[in-house]
């Protein structure tokens, strides 16, 4: 009977830490569904829908991406990472004052989530720190959006990286747009476990089962 306890406890923590594993995986499947009228000259704002990866859980994400189209039905993939570290390879990365940019949408991101600032002027700030377009449109001064972009900037140079907890960044790749061009980026938030973490969860976990071995051995 002991014996079989320690076979069904080792199974278990291989299962955990297999399962731990896949979420290393950093490319997804996204499909998009819909987004929320703005109510302001047509067009969509957060959330926008998304199954992931063919769950029928739906996830919420916001996007960052103005000049981008993408169209209810479609799929793509996508590369996920912690917000902060996706930055260097976010769609605008190669733009001159990009780490700012996109600490600013992280903060607003969580101010719209909070209720601090309502969905339609987060996500026209969020358009306006990286799309000249977006920054030309009425509606991007009539939300205030540009006030929001202003204080923002401010607030990013500060920023501790824990205010970006649970943030992750959905970079599309390129040629994997079943309708063709490039889709658009988005900002989601995350309960699971960063891949750092989790490593940090494996290797206690192995080590708990050589533990786990080595009493057997000398039972």
Do not use: H
């Not at 704002?45 to 994400?61: A, C, Q």
């Not at 992280?106 to 969905?119: E, P, R, S």
């Not at 599309?172 to 973490?197: A, D, H, K, M």
């Amino acid at each position: 009977m002991r014996f079989s306890q320690i076979r069904l406890t080792l199974f278990v923590l291989c299962f955990a830490l297999l399962a731990a594993g896949t979420a290393f995986a950093n490319t997804v499947k996204l499909q998009f569904f819909q987004a929320t009228g703005s109510g302001i000259g047509g067009g969509g704002v957060y959330p926008y829908v998304f199954s992931i990866n063919n769950s029928s859980t739906l996830t919420y994400l916001m996007c960052d991406s103005y000049d981008n189209t993408i169209t209810p039905g479609e799929t793509w993939s996508a590369t996920v990472s912690p917000f902060l570290k996706g930055i260097s390879s976010g769609l605008f990365a190669t733009s001159p004052n990009a780490k700012m940019d996109y600490m600013a949408a992280g903060l607003i991101y969580v101010a719209v989530i909070d209720k601090t600032i309502t969905a339609v002027d987060g996500q026209w700030a969020i358009w306006g720190l990286f799309s000249q377009n977006a920054r030309s449109q009425s509606q991007y001064y009539s939300t205030g959006a540009n006030t929001i972009d202003t204080n923002y900037l401010a607030l990013a140079p500060t920023a501790k990286s824990n205010a970006f907890n649970g943030l992750v960044l959905y970079t599309p790749i390129r040629g994997t747009q079943n309708f063709g061009g490039l889709p658009q980026e988005f900002i989601g938030y995350s309960t699971v476990p960063e891949p750092s973490s989790l490593m940090f969860m494996g290797t206690g976990l192995v080590g708990l089962a050589g533990a786990i071995r080595r009493k057997l051995g000398k039972a």
